[in-house]
């Protein structure tokens, strides 16, 4: 009877681990779907863009407001960077027919803002024309109603002394403050405007004079 209750014990115990196992493994899977893995004090998700350059410009976190094939610009991966491993994202124009009023960019909902905080949203900005680009990156922050909550728009020439990234040090830091009021998440955005369309050279290589990049970006309280 005794080797009959040990062999009865013994055999819950492996049943309790393997739906334990089981169950810690399907939360797992579960929760990989539905939330985004945030770092430290930084609420933005894959911040540096290094998931969105190793699958080729998709994200589940990341969403483009671009369509190059409808002439809308685009939103693609890069190599470069900013700090660390490579990735960040390049935003530019690809045909002279395309619409140069548009703003291919990328947008992330936050979520995990405290009500009536003031945050910081800062992200590296790479625009290798210099001084005379027609390009602009123009990025903020949009309410859970969609109502603007913060927006700037910047261009290389005003990032001359700010600071600059460690691998690629034509990337500059640029920022924007606000106040998060009644909401508890929101939506950022950083996209490409063109200031002069009429600069252009049609029978140039659109994508190198239009072209800029976004990498390391962070939203955290002040």
């Known amino acids: 009877m005794k080797k009959i209750y040990l062999g009865l014990t013994i055999a819950a115990l492996l049943t309790g681990c393997a739906n334990t196992a089981q169950t810690t493994s399907t939360a797992s899977n579960n929760a990989s779907t539905v939330v985004a893995v945030v770092s430290g004090d930084n609420l933005i998700a894959d911040p540096q863009l290094t998931e969105f350059r190793s699958k080729s410009g998709k994200s589940d976190v990341w969403k483009k407001s671009a369509n190059k094939n409808a002439g809308l610009g685009d939103a693609g991966s890069s190599k470069d960077t900013a700090f660390d491993e490579e990735g960040s994202s390049r935003l530019r124009f690809v045909s002279a027919n395309d619409d140069f009023s548009a703003q291919p960019g990328l947008t992330q909902q936050v979520l995990g803002l405290q009500p009536n905080t003031d945050y ?6 790479n625009d290798k024309k210099g001084d005379d680009s027609i390009s602009e990156l123009v990025f903020g922050v949009d309410g859970m109603t969609g109502e603007s909550l913060v927006s700037k728009t910047v261009h290389v020439s005003e990032l001359t002394n700010a600071p600059q990234g460690a691998v690629k040090k034509r990337f500059k830091q640029t920022m924007v403050n606000f106040n998060s009021g ?15 369309p009429s600069q252009i050279d049609p029978s ?4 190198k004079q239009t072209e800029v990049r976004i990498d390391e970006f962070k939203l955290s309280k002040l």
Not at 189 to 194: E, N, P, Q
Not at 204 to 207: K, Q
């Open 120 to 125: 910081q949203l800062s992200l590296y900005y």
């Open 204 to 207: 140039g290589d659109i994508g």
């Open 182 to 196: 009644a909401n508890v998440s929101v939506t950022i955005y950083a996209k490409l405007h063109i200031t002069d």
